[in-house]
């Protein structure tokens, strides 16, 4: 079976520092994966996507970056952290196909002070 | 282009009660809906989904979704809410043959009462 893990789990972060969050798929090949942010009390905003390695397409424009180096990994970075950047990042993964669900990971809460 | 409501940001029940969680969407293609739960500090869980075929679709802990094309709704219900069915609910659209990125709605806390 499929399954997908993030981490760290928690992170307190000052502004203006790096960060870097990590997400790999276990049990499939070529998924599409996804980044998505949580900021409280409000809904889900993708932030990347990619369909391949090294493919990555950008929904908001940010000072966040994404990358993926190796077919199931998937990172979330940012340079220069923000205040702004706070939020619970949740990392996803689907099958190719539009009627494909996507299954998401257990989420990375990241705090900016 | 696609789009979901989730009509209502906290729904209120008693234990015991009906759930009723209503969620609309617009689609100019056939869509594929999905609905999510989420638990506090946890990711997203799959309830249920609809892809084509029969349109009451059960799902997991006695949930059930109704896809009715005409009134281009997808309502989440469960009969009898329990106190752990506390969390915050998601619906989701996609279209059929269009993007395979999903929308969400922006959710919907259900608060069950003792």
């Known amino acids: 079976s499929q399954t997908i893990h993030q981490w760290p789990a928690t992170l307190v972060q000052p502004v203006g520092s790096p960060l870097s969050l990590e997400c790999t798929v276990e049990?499939?090949?070529?998924?599409?994966l996804y980044w998505y942010r949580q900021a409280a009390g409000r809904g889900l905003q993708l932030l990347f996507y990619?369909?391949?390695?090294?493919?990555i397409s950008s929904e908001v424009p940010q000072n966040l970056s994404a990358s993926r180096p190796q077919d199931r990994q998937f990172i979330l970075s940012s340079k220069k952290l923000l205040l702004s950047d706070s939020g619970f990042y949740l990392c996803?993964?689907?099958?190719?196909?539009?009627?494909?669900?996507?299954?998401f990971g257990e989420g990375s809460w990241l705090t900016v002070v | 282009a696609q789009s979901v409501t989730q009509l209502g940001s906290h729904v209120s029940v008693s234990e015991g009660a009906l759930v009723l969680l209503r969620c609309n969407y617009s689609?100019?293609?056939?869509?594929?809906l999905f609905w999510y739960v989420q638990y506090p500090n946890q990711g997203l869980q799959l309830l249920l989904k609809?892809?084509?075929?029969?349109?009451l679709v059960k799902g997991i802990n006695g949930f059930e979704a109704e896809f009715k094309k005409s009134e281009t709704s997808f309502h989440l219900t469960k009969p009898s809410a329990h106190m752990s069915d506390a969390a915050e609910y998601f619906c989701?659209?996609?279209?059929?043959?269009?993007?395979?990125?999903?929308?969400f709605g922006r959710g919907t806390s259900l608060i069950v009462h003792p």
């Open positions: 989701a659209v996609r279209s059929s043959g269009g993007s395979y990125i999903p929308t």
């Open positions: 689609s100019s293609v056939p869509p594929y």
């Open positions: 996803a993964w689907s099958l190719t196909g539009t009627g494909n669900t996507i299954y």
């Open positions: 049990g499939t090949s070529n998924p599409n």
């Open positions: 990619s369909v391949g390695i090294g493919q």
């Open positions: 609809y892809t084509t075929g029969a349109t």
